[in-house]
Antibody, heavy 123, light 111 residues
Framework: EVQLVQSGAEVKKPGESLKISCKGSGYSFTSYWIGWVRQMPGKGLEWMGIIYPGDSDTRYSPSFQGQVTISADKSISTAYLQWSSLKASDTAMYYC????????????????WGQGTMVTVSS | QSALTQPASVSGSPGQSITISCTGTSSDVGSYNLVSWYQQHPGKAPKLMIYEVSKRPSGVSNRFSGSKSGNTASLTISGLQAEDEADYYCCSYAGSSTPVVFGGGTKLTVL
């Protein structure tokens, strides 16, 4: 079964760092782009960035460039989203999802989604 | 890169058809046949319903269909059912540098 499994919910304080994960299985992890999507409470989906695990080519949304870092470890089929200094406004559900293009070009649709990781930032 | 424009809400009665629009620009929707649609029920992860404007993934009901004209894409749901009540998001490829743009989402209410 093709699936993405994300790490569990996190509760952090402002200023703390955080790295959440997304582990792929059931397919060639290095051949598909993985994207990260934010959903703030009661709001819509926002694309944050994508990474090609085969060579770690990464593209960021201008809204998130410099605010987060996306990385991947292809040896363990896992993508990551990290913050160096969290803010209360980072409180949201974060989803990883696979682009179905199956090629080096970041086209296609998000066909497989993780279950989401809820991040709560509060003092 | 601005979000694609969707109506905030649409509604319909069981058995009826509804259409949700998604308006972009000549840099995204208008330039590529790479529009996708997602359904999201409360507390759940989004689910892919349509890709490449009009293709349905395996397992998605043929009551869901997609189309595009110029800078506007559309999702049509025919034979509305109670289970279709959800939020719907469109998404388009927008070029290799920033390849993904989502719409703001549309809440579908089945009356």
């Amino acid at each position: 079964e093709v699936q993405l499994v994300q790490s569990g919910a996190e509760v952090k304080k402002p200023g703390e760092s955080l790295k959440i994960s997304c582990k792929g299985s059931g397919y060639s992890f290095t051949s598909y782009w993985i994207g990260w999507v934010r959903q703030m409470p009661g709001k819509g989906l926002e694309w944050m960035g994508i990474i090609y695990p085969g060579d770690s080519d990464t593209r960021y949304s201008p809204s998130f460039q410099g605010q987060v870092t996306i990385s991947a470890d292809k040896s363990i089929s896992t993508a990551y989203l990290q913050w160096s200094s969290l803010k209360a406004s980072d409180t949201a559900m974060y989803y990883c999802a696979r682009l179905n293009s199956g090629s080096y070009y970041p086209t296609g649709a998000f066909d497989i989604w993780g279950q989401g990781t809820m991040v709560t930032v509060s003092s | 890169q601005s979000a694609l424009t969707q109506p905030a809400s649409v509604s319909g009665s069981p058995g009826q058809s509804i259409t949700i629009s998604c308006t972009g620009t000549s840099s995204d929707v208008g330039s590529y046949n790479l529009v996708s649609w997602y359904q999201q029920h409360p507390g759940k992860a989004p689910k892919l319903m349509i890709y490449e404007v009009s293709k349905r993934p395996s397992g998605v009901s043929n009551r869901f269909s997609g189309s595009k004209s110029g800078n506007t894409a559309s999702l049509t749901i025919s034979g509305l059912q109670a289970e279709d009540e959800a939020d719907y998001y469109c998404c388009s490829y927008a070029g290799s540098s920033t390849p993904v743009v989502f719409g703001g989402g549309t809440k579908l209410t089945v009356l």
